[in-house]
């Protein structure tokens, strides 16, 4: 049982490039979610999902994409990076957060944009 | 909005000492409450939760009461040890139609001194 794993654990980009961080659970949870963690901000919400095939925006969407095609699965796309996205950015799962849900997160992919 | 406001950190304290982090929140609905701990490098994994009014969460030694009435959700401690040193992160998720989420603060950092 692996919990949530993430990929990669660091990458840099150069401003305008994209890429996608891969995120992925083997504990059958319909919910997942996306956060970026800033200094002295706490985590923010990016995206979320209830399940495969439905997402929603959070706090902090823009500049970035999200698909949920299996239940296991829940990718992050960067279309064109910016310097303000450099973070540190967490993917968790669990049952719904509302209903008491543990969320269980990854270890983090950190991003550098130049 | 749903907001959670916690003590604001870097809290340092000796070994054994008695710990308190504040946490108070604003929600709409019925709010489930968390605290999660994040451990140098790592993700967050959840310490304690408590899902309805007067309900006490306790884990490892840490303990937090679910107070309505003040809307807190203080986390105590008696006794301190060097390998609770963290971050610490009070967080909500009210249920209310449509909304899915949950809501950290900034985060506490903890150190703690032999």
């Known amino acids: 049982n692996a919990g949530v794993t993430q990929t990669p654990k660091f990458q840099v980009l150069k401003t305008g490039q994209s890429m996608t961080l891969q995120c992925a659970q083997d504990?059958?949870?319909?919910?997942m979610s996306w956060y970026r963690q800033d200094p002295g901000m706490g985590l923010r919400l990016i995206h979320y999902?209830?399940?495969?095939?439905?997402?929603d925006q959070g706090e902090v969407p823009n500049g970035y994409n999200v698909s949920r095609s299996t239940t296991e699965d829940f990718p992050l796309r960067l279309l064109s990076a910016a310097p303000s996205q450099t973070s540190v950015y967490f993917c968790?799962?669990?049952?719904?957060?509302?209903?008491?849900?543990?969320?269980?997160f990854g270890p983090g992919t950190r991003l550098l944009v130049l | 909005g749903d907001s959670v406001t916690q003590m604001e950190g870097p809290v340092t304290l000796s070994e054994e000492a008695f710990l308190t982090i504040n946490c108070t929140y604003t929600?709409?609905?019925?709010?489930?409450l968390f605290w999660y701990v994040q451990y140098p490098g790592e993700g967050l994994q959840l310490l304690l939760k408590?899902?309805?009014?007067?309900d006490k969460g306790s884990n490892k030694g840490f303990e937090a009461t679910y107070r309505k009435e003040t809307t807190s959700f203080h986390l105590e401690k008696g006794s301190v040890q060097v390998s609770d040193s963290a971050v610490y992160f009070c967080?909500?998720?009210?249920?209310?139609?449509?909304?899915?989420?949950?809501?950290f603060g900034t985060g506490t950092r903890l150190t703690i001194i032999p």
């Open positions: 999902s209830v399940g495969a095939g439905i997402t």
């Open positions: 968790a799962s669990g049952q719904d957060p509302a209903g008491g849900g543990t969320q269980y």
């Open positions: 504990m059958n949870h319909e919910y």
């Open positions: 967080a909500l998720s009210a249920w209310y139609f449509g909304n899915e989420k949950l809501t």
């Open positions: 408590a899902t309805k009014a007067d």
């Open positions: 929600a709409t609905g019925y709010p489930s």
